[in-house]
């Protein structure tokens, strides 16, 4: 009997949690426009995350968008440096040309979450921490441009290894980051 | 008291319902590693018992299970008696079991939002089909809970009629009616054989299938 209801709350547990889940994401309302124009504006390369929030709604989900596109445009970018690091002779033109676009994003980061871009004004992975925490997020932002020059700079060498490792701590860079402050977004 | 599950079936059992709350606690906590880990026992389970349908003891082996709607049918009827799966019992488990196999390839080769964790087999295929791969296998998972419900809910019936199912899953032992045929039992180097095999076939996906991976 005892193995019984351990099992059966096991069973509820699983249930309660996968629920919880898919309620969060749901709640994001709003839209970002499909088919508003790429964003090719160059962004003034700050340190710290700009404390004014966008003047009006139009330009907050532009900013929304640019960051979503950019945010894309590093996941593919990772994909296929991995996959190359991955093979047993990695092409290193195409990891170049990936690191380049880690490289030109990372510097846009901080300047792309001012405050009045989350989720209640748009549709974003980005969680409301975010901007409760604007310090620890700026150190986070920070980090990852550093490891991302050192990234580069791996990148334009021809050293393996050194690109391999370099890219690891890419990767924790932007985990330690989307562990926190990411949620959940289908798209 | 008479023996019904053997010791493998049970570890299996047990071990298979472990690692299913591990894998799903560990990617909801962002432990991808772990999670791939937990993924690649699974399979190893899934090998294991495979192979144990096949060769194991008598309530273990599919031929001695999987009985067919006529079967079904009489056990609806209340005309069936033996140890082991019940003809009905058995769609359960090959349910569970298929679901789990299918949650395990797409895992195999799904790989993570931000390019930072592949499965052993993600090199085998696209971006786009990995990045597929694991919507799917997001989604693949409320099947397989909601099988888990089934199966907790059925056990709860069986027992608000009388029947404990729980005990003899973890016991091995259960009261069975005179004159019902006795469990014949599998071998234990066969077990072993079978885990071996399981783990093999499994460290070779790991590897990346080679020749056909890295």
């Known amino acids: 009997m005892r193995f019984m209801t351990c099992a059966a709350v096991c069973g509820c547990v699983l249930l309660l949690g996968c629920d919880a889940q898919s309620g969060k994401a749901n709640n994001a309302q709003g839209n970002i426009s499909a088919d508003s124009p790429p964003a090719t504006a160059a962004v003034a390369i700050t340190a710290a995350m700009p404390t004014a929030a966008p003047a009006t709604k139009a330009e907050a989900l532009k900013i929304m968008h640019e960051r979503h596109e950019g945010m894309e445009g590093l996941g593919k970018a990772a994909k296929a440096i991995g996959r190359e690091l991955k093979s047993d002779s990695p092409n290193l033109g195409a990891i170049r040309a990936s690191a380049k676009t880690v490289t030109r994003f990372a510097p846009k980061i901080p300047s792309l979450f001012p405050p009045g871009t989350g989720p209640d004004v748009g549709k974003t992975g980005a969680k409301p921490e975010i901007w409760q925490n604007p310090q620890d997020f700026t150190a986070k932002a920070a980090d990852f441009q550093k490891v991302a020059r050192a990234f580069g700079t791996a990148a334009a060498g021809s050293d393996v290894n050194a690109i391999k490792s370099s890219f690891a701590s890419l990767g924790d860079s932007c985990k330690a980051c989307h562990d926190k402050y990411r949620s959940k977004m289908k798209h | ?214």
């Open chain 2, 1 to 214: 008291m008479q023996p019904v599950w053997d010791l493998p079936t049970r570890l299996f059992h047990w071990l298979l319902a472990a690692l299913i709350a591990f894998s799903w606690w560990s990617i909801r906590n962002h432990h991808t590693d772990w999670h791939i880990w937990s993924g690649c026992a699974i399979l190893t389970l899934l090998i294991f018992r495979i192979l144990w349908g096949f060769a194991g003891s008598s309530t273990a082996r599919f031929s001695s299970f999987v009985r067919g709607p006529r079967a079904i049918g009489e056990y609806w009827r209340g005309k069936w008696s033996g140890i082991g799966h019940n003809p009905l019992g058995a769609l359960s488990v090959l349910a569970l079991l298929g679901a789990v196999t299918l949650q395990v390839s797409l895992g195999l080769i799904s790989e993570d939002e931000d390019g930072l964790y592949m499965g052993p087999l993600a090199t085998l295929v696209s971006t786009d089909t990995a990045d597929k791969a694991r919507d799917i296998h997001e989604l693949w998972f409320n099947v397989i809970l909601g099988l888990i419900a089934l199966h907790v809910l059925a056990i709860v019936y069986y027992r608000m009629r009388g029947r404990k199912l729980t005990l003899p899953m973890v016991t091995g032992r259960a009261r069975v009616e005179r004159g019902t045929e006795p469990m014949r039992p599998g071998k234990w180097w066969v077990a072993l054989v079978c885990l071996a095999i399981g783990i093999g076939i499994t460290r070779w996906i790991i590897a990346g299938a080679p020749p056909f991976g890295s």
